[in-house]
């Protein structure tokens, strides 16, 4: 049995920009190993709870074509269609986006949102959604005070920062994709942050962390990157559709 | 406490990773490096068709007859 190819991907998030033109934001990741795919998988799904439920189950309607064919046919569910469209181009093995920007980009980063909205929409009031679990939780750093340029701001009041006391399966799931950034504008990055020739950046330090074994570093990079929840958002879901991905 | 394993998250989230590995005589490491997601689910459906070969499924319990 030979190796195993690497399933790699490139999507380009947009999001609101200045006078109405829209921010266009690279991002690469890989196909976990099995192994790991499969944990997570089971990990997310524990998680989610009622919606990893339900997302499951919109996976599966995937084998019968004609419940699918029903499930496109109803005029309330454009939202479900959508995400089911998601997943259907996840399991054909086509990657999430065309890789090149422009509609296509577009249309893919809307595919997200609408397995985004899915899945929220059946966290009912009822639901069992492990927020912490998924996202992480935050606590306020210590500062110690007298330190030298220790913290203490103008009145004596010390700089309220922040750090992650836990951090979520998102994290994790990202981290075990090696998600990273490509850079910003109409084409991703060439060459790469890691290059040991690059200057110190806040993209360098992700893709030197994605790289490494330290969850910690890598999410402490990754908010030195992220521009809105919404895009944390989307690369989760992006990343956990290629749980799913078979090839 | 030394670091576990790397395939033990999975193994302990589908047990049935460690049959495929028996089968096809891959350690986990091995699997993870030469298997991709879909050659292990469909080894996985392999092994339920197999299963279903050697262990007729029953057949549905008949309804009680009607009064």
């Known amino acids: ?247 | 406490m030394p670091a576990s394993p790397p395939s033990l998250p999975g193994f302990a989230e589908l047990p049935a990773l460690a049959r495929v590995c028996q089968r096809l005589d891959l350690s986990p490491a091995d699997l993870d490096r030469r298997m991709s997601v879909d050659e292990v689910l469909d080894e996985l459906d392999m092994q339920h068709y197999l299963h279903d070969c050697d262990n007729e499924p029953q057949a549905a319990p008949r309804p009680p007859p009607a009064r």
Not at chain 1, 134 to 154: I, S
């Open chain 1, 1 to 247: 049995m030979s190796e195993r190819e690497n399933i790699d991907d490139v999507l380009c998030v947009r999001l609101p920009g200045k006078d109405d033109k829209p921010r266009l934001r690279w991002w690469w990741l890989r196909q976990p190993p099995p192994m790991v795919a499969f944990a997570l998988q089971a990990r997310l799904s524990a998680a989610l709870g009622p919606a990893g439920d339900a997302a499951v189950r919109l996976a599966l309607r995937l084998l019968d074509p004609g419940a699918e064919e029903d499930l496109e046919a109803g005029v309330e569910a454009q939202g479900e269609a959508l995400a089911l469209r998601a997943w259907r181009r996840a399991r054909a093995g086509k990657a999430i986006s065309d890789g090149r920007g422009g509609e296509a980009m577009h249309e893919a980063g809307e595919r997200l949102r609408a397995v985004l909205a899915f899945v929220a929409s059946h966290v009912g009031a009822g639901g069992a959604l492990d927020a912490a679990g998924l996202v992480g939780e935050f606590e306020r750093e210590k500062v110690a005070t007298g330190q030298a340029g220790g913290g203490a701001g103008a009145g004596g009041v010390a700089q309220a920062t922040h750090r992650w006391a836990r951090h979520g399966l998102l994290h994790v799931l990202l981290h075990e994709s090696r998600c990273r950034w490509q850079g910003d504008g109409d084409a991703p990055r060439k060459g790469s942050w890691a290059a040991q020739d690059e200057p110190d950046s806040p993209g360098r330090r992700l893709a030197l962390a994605a790289e490494g074994h330290a969850l910690g570093a890598y999410a402490s990079a990754l908010d030195g990157v992220l521009v809105s929840p919404e895009e944390l958002a989307i690369l989760a879901a992006w990343a956990a559709l290629h749980l799913y991905r078979p090839f």
